[in-house]
């Protein structure tokens, strides 16, 4: 920050009376406090570089964790599902109404044209209904949660 750029905002705090300016930039922090007595200048309070942000520590491959991901892959293979997408934007509802059951659970086997949710979107409740059968592997979204269109909202492992 440069001379004039300071002295504006110095300006600027005694122009309005303000008790105290902070001024915040990537590579430097000042704070201008008024403590005017009669006609005096106010002063520059502080200047502080910023911090720069901290890397996060790179953590050297050992045989243990290498062995690790490699297992979590296979368990989390999920190429042999399908994915559920949601066809529109809007507030996914995993049951008809709060008092109601849960339309599907992890575990349920589904048919073609089966009820899985509903989306809200602009005050209508749209059933969305499944195109494949199989069985519900997991449910990827919260209920009453926003989703976007194309999301994917369960996997199904077909029959």
């Known amino acids: 920050m440069e001379y004039k750029e300071l002295q504006k905002f110095v300006e600027a705090l005694v122009k ?8 915040e930039t ?3 922090r000042v704070i201008v ?3 005017l007595k009669a006609n005096q200048n106010p002063v520059a309070v502080s200047t502080v570089p910023a911090a720069a942000p901290v890397p ?6 050992t045989p243990a964790t290498e062995a ?3 297992k979590e892959e296979t368990a989390n293979d999920t190429s042999k599902y399908i994915e559920i997408k949601s066809p529109m934007v809007g507030t996914f509802y995993r049951k008809p109404a709060p008092d109601k059951p849960v339309y599907v659970n992890v575990g349920d086997d589904i048919s073609e044209g089966s009820v899985l949710c509903i989306i809200e ?4 409740f749209n059933e969305i209904e499944s195109e494949v059968n ?3 592997v997991k449910v990827l979204v919260d209920d009453a949660t926003p989703v ?4 994917p909202l369960f996997l199904v492992e077909p029959f």
């Not at 309005?16 to 001024?23: D, L, R, S």
């Not at 996060?56 to 491959?61: D, H, L």
């Not at 979107?121 to 209508?124: C, D, I, S, T």
């Open 33 to 35: 406090r008024n403590q």
């Open 68 to 70: 690790t991901p490699k």
């Open 16 to 23: 309005t009376g303000a008790p105290e300016i902070k001024i």
């Open 26 to 28: 990537e590579e430097i």
């Open 148 to 151: 976007e269109y194309d999301q």
């Open 121 to 124: 979107a602009m005050k209508l």
């Open 56 to 61: 996060p520590p790179v953590q050297q491959p």
């Open 134 to 136: 199989g069985k519900i």
